[in-house]
C-alpha cells in the first residue's frame, strides 16, 4: 500500500516569500510525483508533475524530487495571496494507467 | 474545450433512495476515476476504470457501483445511500499529454 505523507498545516508565509511545502512517500517503486492547488470547495488542478531526480521549474513554481530518500517538495517564490490553497502531492507506480495516491494536503496561507 | 463533466453540482437526499452522479469526458480517455473528499481524510479512491467494460475497486468502494459501457461515461451509483456517504465527490480521467488527471468540478452530495 503506498503512502504519502504531508504536513497538513496551515502553513503561513508573508507575501513575497518562499513558501516550501514537503512531501514524503512509502512506496520505493513509485516513479511519478505530481502537486495539485485546490482552492476551497473547488476541484484539484494540476501544478506540477516530475519524474527524474533534481529540480524542475515551471514559473514561481519549483518541484524537487528525491527518490533516495523519498520526499518531494514544492517550493513557490515570491508567495502571492492568490496562493492560499490546499496543495496535495500525488504519486504513481508504474504505467499512466495505475491509480494516483493522494496525500491528504498542505493547506498554505499567504498574509498580505 | 477539454472538460470532465459531473452532475449534478450539490444533491440532499433521503437514507435509502437510490441516487446516479453522472461523470462524463469529451477527452477520449481510457482511464477514469472516482473519489470523495472528507476533512482530515484527503480524496480517496472509490472506483476506477481502466477502459469500456473494464472497473475496479479503489480504497473505499463500500456502498457504491460504477460502470463504464462507453468511454466518455462513467456514472457513480449509490443504490441505498447513507448518512456516513456525505461527502464531496469528483471524477476524473486520466490525460496522457499532461501526465495529470482532469477533475470534474465535484458533487457536493448530503445523506439526511
Known amino acids: 500500500q503506498k503512502e504519502v505523507e504531508q504536513n497538513s498545516g496551515p502553513l503561513s508565509v508573508p507575501e513575497g516569500a518562499i513558501a516550501s511545502l514537503n512531501c514524503t512517500y512509502s512506496d520505493r517503486v513509485s516513479q511519478s510525483f505530481f502537486w495539485y492547488r485546490q482552492y476551497s470547495g473547488k476541484s484539484p488542478e494540476l501544478i506540477m508533475s516530475i519524474y527524474s531526480n533534481g529540480d524542475k521549474e515551471d514559473g514561481r513554481f519549483t518541484a524537487q524530487l528525491n527518490k533516495a530518500s523519498q520526499y518531494v517538495s514544492l517550493l513557490i517564490r515570491d508567495s502571492q495571496p492568490s496562493d492560499s490553497a490546499t496543495y496535495l502531492c500525488a504519486l504513481q507506480g508504474g504505467s499512466g494507467n495505475t491509480p494516483l495516491v493522494f496525500g491528504k494536503g498542505t493547506r498554505l496561507s499567504v498574509i498580505a | 474545450e477539454a472538460q470532465v463533466t459531473q452532475n449534478p453540482r450539490y444533491l440532499i437526499t433521503v437514507t435509502g433512495k437510490k441516487l446516479t452522479v453522472t461523470c462524463s469526458q469529451n477527452?477520449?480517455?481510457?482511464?477514469m476515476s472516482w473519489y470523495r473528499q472528507d476533512p482530515g481524510l484527503g480524496l480517496r479512491q472509490i472506483y476506477y476504470s481502466m477502459n469500456v467494460e473494464v472497473t475496479d475497486k479503489g480504497d473505499v468502494p463500500e456502498g457504491y457501483k460504477v460502470s463504464r459501457k462507453e468511454k466518455r461515461n462513467f456514472p457513480l451509483i449509490l443504490e441505498s445511500p447513507s448518512p456516513n456517504q456525505t461527502s464531496l465527490y469528483f471524477c476524473a480521467s486520466w490525460d496522457r499529454a499532461t501526465y495529470g488527471y482532469t477533475f470534474g468540478s465535484g458533487t457536493r452530495l448530503t445523506v439526511v
Open positions: 477527452m477520449n480517455h481510457e482511464y
